[in-house]
């Protein structure tokens, strides 16, 4: 038997469409800082998720990687690049970080130099700890020996500015912050190493 006779009561009715609008307006991705599957970092040096080579750790050359990226977003003005490892004993460990890099760059070479300020004008932050920051481009994976797998992801930043108007020798939380309101995508590359 139907209880309601004159068929179901508005206010149902709009709970059931706001429902409906709801579940629709969340599924549409926002402009800016959204992960586009289409956006991707690759290495030919390791493979997403595999061990780093030695000869880019502090256990051997301590290069940074080559890295190369497709499929970048419409609109985007620059780059930034970072490298951390959250499974340091203290804290989230910053190991690079690299901006104002230019719109049409595609690819970082094997060991990028370690100087404030590279040849096509991209910055490099400082890096190397969770509280003190005394150097200057990349440092790689140095984990405690005997504390297991490290991850380290690399993070490229499309972004939708030129510069992000910051000195070299930025702090990571300055340029993660000076980011906030112009990331338009994000691709990923993890790998892990232990000692």
Known sequence: MNK???GIP????????????????KSQPAKKGVKTMKFTLTSP????????PTQYTCEGEDLSPQLQWSSVPEGSRSFALSCLDPDAPPGTWVHWV????????TE?????P?????DNGALQGACWGVDSFSRVGYFGPCPPAGH????????????DVESLSLPPKATWAEVEKAMVDHTLATAELMGKYSR
Not at 108 to 112: E, H, Q, R
């Open 114 to 118: 370690k100087t404030k300020t590279l």
């Open 108 to 112: 970082l070479g094997k060991g990028v």
């Open 10 to 25: 508005s206010f149902i009715k709009l709970m059931l469409l706001f429902i409906l609008l709801s579940g629709i307006t």
């Open 45 to 52: 040096a390791f493979q997403q998720g595999d061990r780093i």
């Open 98 to 105: 690299l901006y104002d890099l230019p719109a049409d760059t």
């Open 4 to 6: 309601f006779p004159n």
């Open 148 to 159: 297991g797998d490290h991850r380290y992801y690399f993070r490229l930043y499309a972004l």
